[in-house]
């Protein structure tokens, strides 16, 4: 308890409670629309994002969210045309915001950057810039699908059928694909590139065993994912480890008590 005094450790528990909220609702729409391989892209690509802020000297976080809406909707857009396989337009991405990420980070001015930090994640390290972010992005998500849950539960398990109720489908999913590239971005301080997918999955995947309720889905992954964050943030305390390892490791480790227990019941 007496990590509790320390502004850090403050910032990260209302940290991970945002992202649980963000991963939560919007991770629900991913697991449902099966679109976990093009949030993997959007994750990676995003890395060009943050080599371009650090070569231009802006805020890495601030040029990541720019390029991974970007990297998003360019994504949608290619997986739409009858010459492009969906899955050779996510490796387009993917690869290209890796290399750039890679080129300008190393091309930026002054001592070569620690990108350990946007890798793996630190979330000991989060900044107030960072939980704004993460507020503005969670209050958003909430108020999108607090006003469009039936359009997005129409678009998500059935899209011909949304169409035929005269609802924007198109609209829809790059609305959705922006709010995914941005959630992504907002939670990269927290469990970093390399497991970002893994707080939009795993939690839903838990939640999943109990319901398959949408709404509920999400309750549950929220609550799941606030825990596996708490259980993480003091691992990774503890042990002097990388948060987002400890995180994932601990989300994962509630899906297999969670599951045992299911196989059991």
């Known amino acids: 308890m007496d990590l509790l005094q320390y502004t850090f450790f403050q910032r990260a528990l209302l940290g991970s409670l945002l992202a649980s909220i963000a991963c939560g609702i919007i991770g629900t729409y991913i697991v449902t629309r099966r679109l976990v391989f093009i949030s993997g892209g959007i994750t990676h690509a995003s890395f060009g994002g943050i080599g371009l802020g650090m070569f231009a000297g802006i805020s890495p976080i601030l040029s990541a969210a720019v390029f991974s809406v970007l990297s998003a909707f360019g994504v949608e857009w290619l997986s739409k045309r009858k010459d492009m396989r969906e899955d050779s337009a996510i490796a387009v991405f993917w690869a290209l915001g890796m290399a750039l990420g890679i080129m ?28 704004w972010f993460l507020s503005i992005v969670s209050i958003l998500l909430i108020v999108f699908f ?120």
């Open 146 to 265: 607090s006003l469009f849950i039936h359009p997005i539960l129409y678009i998500a398990f059935d899209r011909e059928f949304a169409r035929s109720q005269g609802i924007p489908v198109q609209l829809f999913e790059y609305l959705l694909m922006m709010f995914i590239a941005l959630t992504i971005v907002a939670s990269l301080r927290m469990i970093g590139i390399v497991l970002a997918i893994s707080l939009l999955t795993i939690p839903q995947m838990t939640a999943n065993l109990f319901t398959y309720n949408f709404k509920r889905i999400i309750w549950l992954s929220i609550a799941i994912g606030f825990v596996g964050c708490i259980g993480g943030l003091m691992i990774s305390y503890f042990l002097q480890v990388p948060s987002g390892a400890s995180i994932i490791f601990f989300s994962i480790l509630i899906y297999a008590i969670c599951k045992l227990i299911k196989s059991l019941v």
């Open 104 to 131: 300008f980070s190393f091309l930026s001015p002054g001592f070569a950057p620690d990108l350990s930090a946007y890798l793996f994640g630190n979330i000991l390290t989060i900044s107030t810039a960072d939980l």
